[in-house]
């Protein structure tokens, strides 16, 4: 069994939750009329995917929501769950059991779950496929539409026939391959536009790219004779500005010296010419006594610290040697006293409990006080140490200062006796300094011009070199004008001489000046034939030409891998028409067969088959064309069913009686589901024109065909009932719902018995 379970909720006339179990290979479903029966069959196209509300019986999408009565309020919402086998994986699914539900909202809204998770249609059409179930097509006829293969047109009855023998599969693949075919044309056609939009400035870019592969090669001359240029001018500036500098210093430095000396030259002239006063002298000598006293004052005071530092450092050494000893410690009386009366109130306790472990325990608190009276006593501190310390350290920072101010003393006292001797020296001297000095005036002052003489000859070159320097700035950033940032690379260039070998730095620095001249004015030249040519830096030109010359060469690219892949579908679809073709002419035979053995049957002899055909139309609005017009005809396959009943002579199905069609019509839909069989096939009141003889030949029918498929049988006919396992009727009371009842055939003969 495949179909386990149909649950129905707010669809149509089945307001609440109903479920039909199917266990049994054939299910039949009873009522009256209006009961709401054949919307047992509409749940299965609908959960199956069916997209015409007007097949099942609507307008609307909400025409399909209970829509309420006098006593319970309409529903917001249908839902149709099928439950089905897996077990044999006949739908390409790793689950034992699949369960498909549909919910559709007021608004329209649909929603598709498979086992829980949410899905699109297009999946539930193609796992459904995959098990030659559709939501319309050979497996659910409908009350009224058995006819409707008969009435069909050869093309609507040859998209019947493909869909029973399971070609559905490759007609969504089909219909997928020419999808992408399409959109494959579609972006081919997108990128010839591209290509054709741009291939206006592309030639633009060409023939510009024509017109500056001349200017490239001054260009590239220009950089060269540029490179060589600046870097001789740059090399050549900051060489002999950084000699220049270097002699310049010196001599500065030389100059400042011998200004210095000249002035102290002038004043050693100017002060031999007047008389040195003698109370210089005499001023010199009270400094001298002075500084004799302060010193002697501060050695005093030095000595006298000394002293108290080392008779404190005495008391301290026998106070810390008291301290190391136990022996003749002196403990206060109050503190023994209190001991001995804290000692007798404890030992007095203890006889009065008269328990030796109280003994024992008052004894050993007794020990750990007297240990811990030592220790406190033990550890009183000496307050006259304490402060004998203090004086010690403020001694100690104090004799420190003092002998800095000795120090200091005998410093001044040395000041001022080298003071005294330099006087009697100089007056000795002064006779003879004199005429040095006139001496030393003369020679610095020529000494002094002739630096001045240098150092303007340098300053002058200086100049020139900052003209120089100047110049070649302007000259940089009118290479960076021209030539962009390459110009900057002149410093890494090689300059090579016309041997070939590498200019040394040396001779780059020692060129003659009137060669670099006339390498300038070759290099104004190549800037005037460059602006002649109208063509500044063209690198961004080169660009851009090779980026849309890519991208030119992308989109062909592109173009050529899109109608490969055009190729490739267009293979696709016809490998695929080579299948449906192969495999449909192949299936018409059988079902052709099966046909004429089922007509056989439901008439008892006669003959029937089905016959491949081909028209030519010319389209839907075939009235439009005059008479004579020329159109283009195309060319369609169908199938024609050639029917010839026992002992009559019927030209056209036109002819055939109601009960007649309605037998053709079944013996076809049952050599349909004889070749490929489905699942499981749902048949609505397709008996319903049967007489009683046909009914149970009707009935035969249905048995042999549900050994292969599950069916669902909704009917009036008492003989189809009776082939059915289990029984549903379909009631509806005065609130307008239906409701559902079942019976178990099976177990009910068995109870009647």
């Known amino acids: 069994m495949y179909l386990k379970e149909l649950t129905i909720s707010g669809f149509k006339s089945f307001a609440k939750k109903g479920e039909l179990g199917f266990s049994a290979p054939i299910t039949a479903i009873v009522g009256p009329n209006g009961s709401g029966k054949s919307n047992v069959a509409e749940s299965f196209r609908f959960v199956l995917g069916e997209q015409s509300v007007k097949s099942m019986r609507g307008k609307r999408g909400e025409d399909l929501i209970w829509g309420g009565s006098a006593d319970v309020a309409r529903g917001n919402r249908a839902s149709v769950t099928i439950t089905l086998d897996n077990s044999n994986r ?104 591209l290509r054709r939009e741009a291939a206006p400035h592309l030639k633009y870019l060409e023939k510009q790219v024509q017109k500056i592969e001349k200017s490239l090669e001054l260009q590239a001359q220009l950089k060269e004779v540029y490179a060589e240029y600046l870097r001789r001018e740059d090399s050549y500036i900051a060489f002999h500005f950084d000699r220049l500098s270097v002699l310049r210093k010196p001599l500065i430095e030389a100059l400042a010296v011998a200004e210095k000396e000249l002035t102290s030259a002038k004043k050693t002239l100017q002060a031999s010419e007047s008389q040195a006063d003698s109370a210089e002298l005499i001023s010199a000598e009270e400094a001298v006594s002075k500084a004799i006293g302060e010193r002697q004052s501060a050695e005093r005071e030095h000595s006298k610290c000394e002293g108290q530092i080392a008779l404190l450092e005495r008391r301290l050494a026998d106070a810390e040697r008291r301290s190391t000893s136990v022996e003749g410690k002196a403990v206060a009386y109050a503190d023994i006293s209190a001991l001995i009366k804290d000692i007798e109130q404890q030992v007095s306790k203890a006889l009065q409990k008269d328990e030796v472990a109280f003994l024992h325990r008052a004894l050993s608190d007794i020990i750990h006080r007297l240990k811990l009276f030592i220790e406190r006593s033990s550890a009183v501190k000496d307050t006259t140490t304490e402060f004998d310390k203090a004086e010690l350290s403020r001694l100690k920072e104090e004799i420190v200062k003092l002998q800095k101010q000795v120090g200091e003393a005998q410093g001044k006292e040395t000041a001022a006796r080298g003071v005294y001797a330099s006087l009697e020296q100089k007056r000795a001297q002064e006779a003879t300094d004199g005429r040095e000095a006139e001496r030393a005036v003369f020679r610095l002052v020529g000494e002094q011009r002739e630096l001045e003489t240098k150092v303007e000859r340098i300053d002058r070159e200086l100049i020139v070199l900052e003209r120089d320097r100047t110049e070649f700035k302007r000259e940089l950033q009118e290479a960076v004008a021209l030539l962009g940032r390459a110009a900057a690379d002149y410093f890494s260039y090689v300059i090579k001489s016309e041997a070939g070998a590498e200019v040394t730095p040396e001779e780059l620095v020692n060129e003659d000046r009137e060669t670099q001249r006339a390498r300038r004015h070759n290099l104004e030249k190549l800037k005037i034939r460059l602006e002649e040519l109208g063509i500044g830096a063209t690198e961004d030109v080169v660009k851009e030409f090779n980026e849309a010359k890519e991208r030119d060469a992308f989109l062909a690219h592109e173009i050529a891998d899109l109608e490969a892949s055009i190729i490739k579908l267009r293979e696709l679809i016809a490998e695929l028409d080579g299948k449906l073709e192969e495999q449909f002419v192949v299936g018409i035979k059988k079902i052709s067969f099966e046909f004429n053995r089922f007509f056989t049957l439901m008439f008892g002899g006669g003959e029937a088959e089905l016959l491949t055909v081909v028209t030519k139309t010319r389209g839907a609005d075939e009235e439009l064309f005059e008479e004579g017009e020329e159109v283009e005809e195309k060319k369609e396959d169908g199938i024609e069913l050639v029917a010839k ?46 007489d009683e003889a046909n009914s149970r030949r009707y009935g035969d029918m249905i048995e042999e065909l549900a050994k292969k498929s599950q069916l669902i049988l909704i009917t009036h006919n008492r003989e189809t009932m009776s082939r059915a396992g289990i029984l549903y009727g379909v009631t509806m009371g005065g609130d307008g719902i239906s409701k559902l009842l079942s019976v178990k055939l099976d177990e009910a003969v068995a109870v009647a018995k």
Request: proline content about 4%; aromatic content about 4%; cysteine-free.
């Open 90 to 193: 006949v739908f390409p699914l790793d689950f034992t059991e699949i369960k498909i539900e549909r919910v559709v909202h007021r608004d329209g809204q649909n929603e598709y779950i498979l086992n829980g998770s949410a899905v699109r249609l297009k999946d539930i059409q193609e796992l459904l496929a995959s098990a030659n179930i559709g939501s319309t097509g050979h497996h659910i006829i409908s009350q009224g539409e058995a006819d409707r293969i008969l009435t069909a047109n050869p093309k609507e009855r040859r998209e019947m026939i493909e869909d029973a023998l399971g070609l559905k599969i490759y007609q969504y693949k089909r219909q997928e391959a020419e999808r992408k075919l399409s959109k494959t044309v579609e972006n081919v056609a997108q990128v010839e536009s």
């Open 645 to 690: 009943l026992p002992n009559k002579r019927v030209k056209g199905l036109e002819m055939l009686s109601g009960g007649e069609r309605a037998l053709t019509s079944i013996a076809l839909i049952f050599a349909m589901s004889q070749v490929n069989p489905p699942p499981f096939i749902i048949l609505d009141e397709t008996d319903a024109a049967l």
